[in-house]
């Protein structure tokens, strides 16, 4: 449940719009509601500030109509992460209001505008780099940051890198999305004074290893300021760059 909804219900029961018994039954589903397959962790936005994020792939179409159902009587904002369009024409089915970003393979349940803080800029070595770059970008979108783009730019064209120099030198975090060798993370960790978040992809020949390769580069970083997500993770860089950037601006 989010803060404003729980304040909402306490003023419910103090005007004495709702019964303090009716309200317990509301209560009774916090922190968590277990719906047989699931249990909705209904408290993690007031812990994080973010609702429990679904992660769609593995989840039978069933089982995710299910889940969005219950958690979008308490939240807005609901990221539902890795959702094929089948997925998304699925929480239409049910009548919830839903956004989906193909490229980020990411459907927002009960989608709410949030005033957009600081600077994030996402960075592709590649176009075939965008879809986990797209997840970080609009992971941090939803999440309330102001988000550019710099696509295309890898080390193989790094004059196309130099370019964008004045845009990257404003940004308080940066993600770098790169496959093959990875050696975009430490071109741009060479540049930037900010944090640099490393996504390694899966893109790549066969020594990639499937972004192995990526990993292991970026892991070894000899750009100070680096940090690594697991390989395609664009979410967990774009939720890690919410972080930095409210950080920096003081209002998480």
Known sequence: MEIHALKELLKQVQSGDIDPDAA????KRLPFENIGYARIDHHRCMRTGVPEVIYCEGKSL????????KMSAYHSNIMGTRAKKEVFEAIRE?????????????????????????????????????????????????????VNRIYDVGVAGIHRLLDACDELF?????????????????????????PVIGVPTSIGYGASFGGVAALLSMLNSCASGVSVVNIDNGFGAGYQANLINKGVRGQR
């Not at 317990?24 to 209560?27: P, S, Y």
């Not at 049910?94 to 990411?106: F, N, P």
């Not at 093959?180 to 960790?189: H, K, N, Y």
Request: net charge negative; with cysteine; aromatic share 2%.
């Open 94 to 146: 049910t009548g919830l209001e839903c956004d989906y970003h193909e490229a980020a393979r990411i459907v927002v349940i009960n989608p709410k505008p949030a005033e957009k803080v600081g600077n994030i800029v996402v960075v592709s070595a590649g176009t075939s780099d965008i879809p986990v770059a797209e997840e970080a970008a609009v992971t941090a979108e939803i999440l309330g940051n102001r």
């Open 170 to 194: 404003k940004a308080n975090v940066a993600v770098v999305a790169a496959g093959m060798e990875g050696a975009l993370a430490s071109v741009v960790g060479g540049l930037v004074s900010c």
């Open 62 to 69: 069933e089982q995710i109509q299910g889940i969005v159902g």
């Open 24 to 27: 317990m039954q509301i209560l």
